[in-house]
């Protein structure tokens, strides 16, 4: 089954950027989706197909997808952008949604 | 507004069975895939099972595939697990996922319940 690899964890101070990656085998040829989740909350939408951003959605939020790694970028970072944030994507050869490990972004 | 509002969660046995309903609103239900995503306790998300918007298509997760059952019933706008042989690591909060599209396959979720707790324990 196809596997989505996160760094369990990325630190960074309040106004830097930060950068979640998410590999999978030429994931460059799927579609990535991103969530944001805070503690005690449901996932929140951030991006989709790879660089969409949801209404409501800062701009401060950004993908990329190449290769073998997708990228979820936060600009600008602010201490409520803490939270656990997940990749995801369609594996059509076993017809399953997979989602990434996830990663804690912690705002120095 | 979009919502979704999942129920009957609690406390099972290992072995027993448990049946998730999620009732939706503010979208025209029948249009759209929805799915179930569960997350145990300190872990990562985890699709579990996905239903295309006519009900004709499902798709399943390895770890459930043979006991659990997703179906809907769009006249009522809600979405249903049924759960048997249930295991301990069955144990999580469960939530019902819209899709962005009528089909399971290639579509994200936009929209969330707030979850339902399933325990699995003796």
């Known amino acids: 089954s196809y596997v989505l690899t996160q760094p369990p964890s990325v630190s960074v101070a309040p106004g830097k950027t930060a950068r979640i990656t998410c590999g999978g085998n030429?994931?460059?040829?799927?579609?990535v989706h991103w969530y944001q989740q805070k503690p005690g909350q449901a996932p929140v939408l951030v991006i989709y197909?790879?660089?969409d951003r949801p209404s409501g959605i800062p701009e401060r939020f950004s993908g990329s997808n190449s290769g073998n790694t997708a990228t979820l970028t936060i600009s600008r970072v602010e201490a409520g952008d803490e939270a656990d944030y997940y990749c995801?994507?369609?594996?059509?050869?076993?017809?399953?949604?997979?989602f990434g490990g996830g990663t804690k972004l912690t705002v120095l | 507004e979009v919502q979704l509002l999942e129920s009957g969660g609690g406390l099972v046995q290992p072995g027993g069975s448990l049946r998730l309903s999620c009732a939706a609103s503010?979208?025209?239900?029948?249009?759209?895939?929805v799915s179930w995503v569960r997350q145990a306790p300190g872990k990562g998300l985890e699709w579990v099972s996905g239903?295309?918007?006519?009900?004709?298509?499902?798709h399943y997760a390895d770890s459930v595939k043979g006991r659990f059952t997703i179906s809907r019933d769009n006249s009522k706008n809600t979405l249903y697990l049924q759960m048997n042989s249930l295991r301990a690591e069955d144990t999580a909060v469960y939530y019902c996922?819209?899709?962005?599209?009528?089909?399971?396959?290639?579509?994200?979720?936009?929209?969330w319940g707030q979850g339902t707790l399933v325990t699995v324990s003796s």
């Open positions: 996922a819209k899709g962005s599209a009528g089909v399971v396959a290639a579509t994200t979720f936009d929209y």
């Open positions: 503010g979208f025209t239900f029948s249009s759209y895939a």
């Open positions: 239903i295309s918007g006519s009900g004709g298509s499902t």
């Open positions: 030429n994931i460059g040829s799927k579609s």
């Open positions: 197909y790879d660089s």
């Open positions: 995801q994507v369609w594996d059509s050869s076993s017809d399953h949604q997979v």
